[in-house]
């Protein structure tokens, strides 16, 4: 069982809520997954139902493991489900975990959303569990996302080449990104304010 991440935790942003992911969220979340679109970079089509419960039971079987800990993202103002992230590769020994498994409804792209997102993710691992590495990674050509790691704050690490074998049978290379305990007091004011830039351009859809 998890004991560094405490469960129920829901974390709040000035858009969003995360809430844990259960079972009963799944038809929703999997009707917002249906977009093909968002699964152009990842190791699998989530839109197809068996690979989403797949994905999705795996991971609720990691949270009881203490090795994950995945929400939904819900729109404040409407209650939509627009999207999930998780907290995953948890080392509650060495303090350390990895912002993964993130995806959006493509309407909801280069919004306020993501640092939204990720301002209530680094916060919830900096100040309240006390972690001192976080990481993140993406496909190593997938632009749009090293891009929005990078404007969050994410270091660039390296690539890890041929990292994870794809259902179609090729294998991704990964960009790695991370965060650390003491970069975190410069780094929280910057995505503060790429947030406020964001939000004074953001309309509820």
């Not at 009707?31 to 797949?54: P, Q, V």
């Not at 306020?112 to 050509?141: M, S």
């Not at 990078?150 to 270091?155: C, D, H, Q, S, Y």
Request: one cysteine or more; proline letters at 4%.
């Amino acid at each position: 069982m998890n004991t560094w991440i405490p469960h129920p935790t829901t974390l709040h942003g000035q858009l969003v809520d995360l809430l844990p992911l259960e079972e009963n969220l799944f038809d929703e979340l999997h009707a917002a997954a249906s977009d093909k679109r968002i699964w152009e970079f990842y190791t699998g089509d989530w839109s197809e139902r068996e690979t989403f419960n797949r994905v999705y039971d795996a991971t609720l079987k990691q949270r009881d493991k203490g090795l994950e800990y995945p929400f939904v993202i819900r729109l404040q103002r409407t209650g939509k489900i627009i999207g999930a992230t998780r907290l995953m590769e948890i080392g509650a020994y060495e303090k350390r975990l990895e912002i993964g498994g993130t995806w959006l409804l493509p309407e909801y792209w280069a919004t306020a959303i993501n640092p939204d997102c990720k301002l209530a993710l680094l916060t919830f691992c900096f100040e309240k569990l006390g972690a001192k590495r976080v990481q993140l990674k993406t496909q190593h050509d997938n632009v749009r996302s090293r891009k929005a790691i990078e404007k969050i704050g994410g270091v660039f690490e390296g690539v890890i080449r041929k990292h994870i074998l794809k259902d179609d049978g090729t294998y991704r290379s990964s960009a790695y990104f991370s965060l650390l305990d003491d970069e975190w007091p410069s780094k929280k004011p910057v995505l503060e304010q790429l947030l406020e830039r964001k939000l004074s351009e953001f309309k509820v859809r």
